[in-house]
């Protein structure tokens, strides 16, 4: 009952400094809002097309474009302002159309489409591809407007309007998917990868950030006001361990409801996300207390925690996923517990997985939170004996 | 020495002896830099693995594999010869290929009948890109041969009479598709993960002496230090110079050192010494006038911090310091250029992918220092109440 009026009291505590909660509560969801509007338009490639002048031939294009599955089309009036955008990464390929592109007469001189994309980027040499495809298809339509009006009495018009209708329905050498696997090793796109990221790194950033806490608590003395009363240091550390987990699961259950409801992120299997939520606000709590006995001023927690709460989600598969690193870096970052935290969310949101697929996972980030817990509460312990 | 200058100078010594400064201005951005060099080295050139099934041998098949192992496509990928259709599904799965294109028996005999063999694309959920670059590199080999049908099948339908088909086919045999694409590099350097999270870094982890200086600010205040100032025969003015200078020195330190260490061990492309020099300065110059505007606004010392780390993540996730501001919408894209971190790191990645020296940074500059203007008016206008 000590404890949980230790742990009531620092919570007001904490909950009463604006900043603190702004923090806890405002800036995951700000950043989940802000970084998921930006993950969330890698699933098409932006491409920048300048057709200014280039005829109604030039507009068919661009519509085949922007018809086409997996590109948007961002028009440009001048070939600098598009060659900037690619160069700054707003576009994904650059498509600069000839002068009044000609229809009719285009079977006598090929007429060629620049496209605008780095060889060695592998964003940009995939858009171009796309593009060169839709070309292409765009390109057949030509051909065969013109093979026709050269061999039949008909005017290129009608030609080109038989060739269109005709597009889809003459069996032409097609090209079938076939797929090795069904389960990805990384997070879905979009919200769903921000959502469950932000929680790892959110709740672990926060926790070091809140040493300062403890530390504060202690400058003030009010762990020896209170050890002048009947309580007992493990009281006291059983208390502020009982605050940071509340706080972690508060956070954490305020992401996963703003995911669900906001942003249509579907978490999994409920029972096995609950639990790993609950894993990882246990692991926060070990962070928390560990911070409070590590650093020596409040200073330091501020400055260092969310430092090192940022590297470690880095290491970790927060920022980007494992997938794409070296193996070498993916082995180091399973040194740190977000790297199992994020493992066993994209076992639950890519995979279907249930709480016996993330055991192991979870037994992981359990030891983390055991030897973090332990080590934290022995030095809280020590000093105040 | 004028009395800012020995403000200035304690302000830095009593900065420079906390070990939470050294970390914030030097050791956290070089620290991620460097996680970010690590994690992306290898990873920002596109090449892999594509395996092949030639089930046909035919005369096509044996084209289309020759334009996959062409100079042009080697750049791209690497041909990897398979025995079945079953091998590049367990080469894909297993990651050992990254995609594979089989080519089915009778595939080049289907050509010229009515219903053509499909090619098949075994792809992998975890490479997709891989797959759709194989399914575009595919297509456009294909793209001539269905053209050349559609050709036949158009010239049918608008009155040529069947009896020519073989004349046809013969003639379109010989066409060859009126547009094509031309692929040209646009001369820009590449925007690596490391050239953009450098300058990134560095700038987010300098927006934190705003909270830094604001917080030594007011603990001074507390302490009495700036009545024992104000009671030597020192203006306002000279107290808040002093600040600002200490601000100043700190911030640029701090920039230019890890400009130095992340170009030199990580080699981040920071653009023409001298552009990025004058684009941090304006920066560091803008973080000074924020700082002021802190102090200036805010009456205790944990409004100040709260004020303060407010503004710090308010303008590090508008700036675009913990997103690749490019890839973000164009809305988010306008508001960044509002944000003196925004316009400064426009300006970084102009210089590390056009370059184009001080003309690609004069904008940005500009711009900066007009919010430096702004923010510094108004600080000024409130700095009587701040040291009063």
Redesign the interface.
């Known amino acids: 009952m000590r404890a949980l009026a230790i742990a009531r009291a620092s919570t007001r505590r904490i909950i009463r400094?604006?900043?603190s909660l702004?923090?806890l509560l405002v800036?995951p969801i700000?950043?989940i809002i802000?970084?998921g509007?930006?993950?969330r338009?890698?699933s098409t490639f932006r491409v920048g097309v300048e057709s200014s002048n280039s005829g109604p031939a030039g507009q068919q294009?661009v519509s085949a474009l922007d018809h086409a599955r997996?590109i948007d089309v961002i028009t440009y009036t001048n070939k600098k302002s598009l060659?900037?955008a690619?160069?700054?990464?707003?576009i994904s390929a650059?498509v600069l159309l000839p002068l009044n592109l000609g229809t009719s007469e285009?079977?006598s001189?090929?007429?060629?489409?620049?496209?605008?994309?780095?060889?060695?980027?592998?964003?940009q040499?995939?858009a171009?591809?796309?593009?060169?495809?839709v070309?292409?298809?765009?390109?057949?339509?030509?051909?065969?407007?013109?093979?026709?009006?050269a061999?039949?009495?008909?005017p290129y018009a009608?030609?080109l309007a038989?060739?269109t209708s005709?597009?889809h329905s003459?069996?032409?050498?097609?090209?079938?998917?076939?797929?090795?696997?069904?389960?990805?090793?990384?997070l879905p796109q979009g919200y769903s990868y921000i959502a469950p990221t932000e929680l790892v790194l959110f709740v672990f950033l926060s926790a070091l950030a809140g040493g300062a806490t403890i530390i504060e608590t202690r400058r003030l003395g009010m762990y020896e006001r209170m050890l002048a009363g009947p309580v007992h240091a493990r009281t006291i550390i059983a208390g502020e361990a009982l605050t940071y987990f509340l706080l972690a699961l508060v956070q954490s259950v305020l992401i996963v409801t703003v995911g669900s409801v906001v942003f249509a992120v579907s978490w999994g299997n409920p029972l096995a996300a609950a639990l790993l939520v609950i894993t990882w606000a246990l692991v926060g709590a070990g962070a928390g207390l560990l911070s409070g006995t590590f650093f020596r001023?409040p200073?330091?927690a501020?400055?260092?925690g969310p430092?090192a709460g940022?590297?470690l989600a880095?290491?970790g598969g927060c920022m980007?996923p494992l997938?794409?690193?070296?193996a070498t870096?993916r082995e180091i970052g399973h040194i740190t517990p977000q790297a199992w935290a994020v493992d066993a969310w994209t076992s639950l949101l890519s995979r279907h997985g249930s709480l016996v697929t993330i055991l192991p996972q979870l037994g992981v980030l359990a030891a983390f939170a055991a030897v973090l817990l332990s080590v934290s509460s022995l030095r809280l312990y020590r000093r105040l004996s | 020495m004028p009395a800012a200058l020995l403000i200035a100078g304690k302000d830095l010594r009593q900065r420079l002896r906390d070990r939470s400064a050294i970390v914030l201005g030097l050791i956290a951005p070089l620290l991620i830099a460097a996680l970010m060099s690590f994690a992306f080295k290898g990873t920002e050139t596109f090449h892999y693995s594509l395996g092949v099934v030639n089930d046909d041998h035919g005369v096509v098949a044996t084209q289309l594999v020759k334009s996959l192992d062409s100079k042009a496509s080697r750049t791209v990928l690497t041909l990897v010869p398979l025995s079945s259709e079953s091998v590049a599904r367990t080469s894909v799965h297993d990651g050992h290929v990254a995609a594979a294109l089989v080519i089915p028996v009778g595939f080049s005999a289907s050509l010229s009948a009515v219903h053509p063999e499909s090619l098949a694309i075994v792809t992998s959920v975890n490479h997709q890109i891989e797959g759709n670059v194989t399914r575009s590199i595919v297509g456009s080999f294909t793209a001539q041969i269905n053209a050349d049908r559609l050709s036949v099948e158009t010239a049918l339908a608008s009155g040529v009479p069947l009896s020519s088909l073989n004349a046809l086919t013969a003639k379109a045999a010989t066409l060859r598709i009126p547009l094509q694409s031309v692929e040209r590099p646009i001369g820009a350097d590449q925007l690596s993960a490391i050239s953009y999270y450098s300058p990134a870094m560095a700038i987010f982890f300098l927006l934190f002496t705003i909270s830094f200086a604001s917080r030594s600010f007011f603990v001074d205040r507390a302490e009495g230090m700036i009545e024992r100032m104000r009671a030597a025969p020192l203006r306002p003015a000279e107290i808040l110079v002093g600040k600002a200078l200490s601000v100043f020195v700190y911030g640029t330190l701090s920039l230019a050192t890890v400009g130095v260490i992340t170009s030199v061990a990580f080699g981040a492309n920071w653009g023409s010494p001298l552009s990025a020099c004058l684009l941090g300065l304006a920066l560091v110059i803008s973080v000074v006038c924020l700082t002021a505007l802190v102090i200036g606004v805010a009456r205790t010392q944990r409004q100040a911090e709260g004020l303060a780390s407010l503004l710090v993540f308010g303008l590090a996730l508008l700036g675009g310091n913990f997103i690749m501001i490019s890839s973000s919408p164009p809305l988010m894209r306008t508001l960044a250029l509002f944000t003196p971190n925004g316009e400064a790191m426009r300006g970084f990645t102009d210089l590390a992918t056009i370059g184009g020296g001080l003309a690609a940074v004069v904008r940005p500059i500009e711009a900066i220092l007009l919010i430096s203007v702004v923010t510094g008016g108004a600080a000024i206008a409130l700095a009587r109440r701040a040291v009063t």
């Open positions: 400094d604006r900043t702004f923090f800036l700000i950043v802000i970084v509007a930006t993950v338009g890698f294009i997996g060659t900037t690619l160069a700054r990464g707003e650059g285009s079977s001189r090929p007429i060629t489409v620049t496209i605008y994309a780095e060889q060695v980027n592998s964003t040499q995939a171009a591809t796309a593009v060169t495809s070309i292409l298809r765009q390109g057949a339509l030509v051909q065969s407007a013109n093979f026709a009006a061999h039949s009495s008909s009608q030609t038989k060739a005709l597009q003459v069996p032409q050498v097609g090209l079938k998917t076939v797929r090795a696997d069904s389960s990805a090793s990384t001023t200073e330091q501020s400055a260092i430092t940022i590297a880095m290491l980007w997938s794409i690193v070296s870096m």
